[in-house]
């Protein structure tokens, strides 16, 4: 059984270094295939990158950024040119419960496992609460864990696009396959402002992620109270009289441009 961990990156090296030290603490993390898929990042480069993954079987920057989806489409695209057997598709944002790899290994005979149960996305039923696993309609790509023979159907029938994961998740359940999720979280979300979180609005993160190291707990309160700071900001910039102002005329262009264009 080989198994790869997909890591895509862009920019954010705070946040790689974190990522980066998390992971090395989980159990068995040799036995993985280590594989970075930079999306041409320019804060960063093919150097910072290897220093925080030393021991990365392969590591490749893109000819051009091909934002979150499409580098994701095309690292399918690529570990299906692999002789590895699994992927999990991991964001730089991303902490690992060190026993993540083992939870995996007693459920690997499931055709796809997200390892993340995130609050965005509902559960399937209510289930048990001592049962392990759950299922949703929909499942996020980071933390999720495919069998080879899932990426090639999603690369042979759903073309990338800007909901990709929504895409995939759509097709999976209309095949039969079920979209199983940890009811546990074995990987926490960490990024504030990215491509699920706002700073503000929205705040994508696990349900049920026990840290289970030190490393893992700094990062925890760290992401929480910088969270709450962002979104008491957010809060406070919305009443705000000037970017109310701006709103408005902001709202008024996008209406007369509407009207013009009837």
């Known amino acids: 059984m080989k198994f790869c961990i997909g890591i895509t990156t862009y920019n954010r090296l705070d946040l790689i270094k974190r990522m980066s030290s998390s992971l090395n603490a989980s159990n068995d993390i040799e036995s993985c295939n280590i594989r970075i898929y930079d999306d041409k990042s320019f804060e960063i480069n093919v150097n910072d990158i290897r220093k925080e993954f030393p021991n ?3 590591i490749i920057v893109r000819n051009k950024n091909l934002g979150a989806d499409k580098n994701m489409y095309q690292m399918f695209v690529d570990f299906l040119q692999t002789d590895d057997d ?49 299922t949703k309609r929909h499942v996020g790509a980071a ?22 994961d929504w895409d995939w998740s759509n ?15 074995y990987v926490q979300h960490i990024g ?25 707990e700094d990062y925890l309160i760290d992401f929480f109270q910088n969270a709450l700071i962002s979104k008491d900001k957010f809060i406070k910039n919305s009443y705000s009289p000037k970017i109310f102002i701006r709103k ?6 996008i209406l007369k441009w509407k009207i013009n264009n009837i």
């Open 56 to 58: 990365a079987k392969e």
């Open 86 to 134: 699994y992927l999990l598709v991991a964001d730089s944002d991303l902490i690992f419960h060190p026993d993540w790899f083992l939870f995996f290994k007693r459920h690997s005979n499931l055709d796809i496992l997200s390892l993340y149960n995130s609050v965005s996305h509902e559960q399937i039923g209510v289930g048990k609460k001592e049962e392990e696993i759950i």
């Open 192 to 216: 504030i402002v990215g491509t699920n979180n706002d700073g503000g609005t929205i705040l994508d993160f696990g349900l049920n992620f026990f840290p289970g190291n030190k490393i893992n």
């Open 171 to 185: 097709y999976l359940i209309k095949e039969g396959f079920e979209l199983n999720v940890s009811r546990n979280s």
């Open 143 to 164: 933390g999720t864990i495919f069998k080879k023979h899932i990426v090639k159907k999603i690369i042979d029938n759903v073309p990338p696009s800007r909901s990709y």
């Open 248 to 253: 408005v005329r902001s709202a008024i262009k």
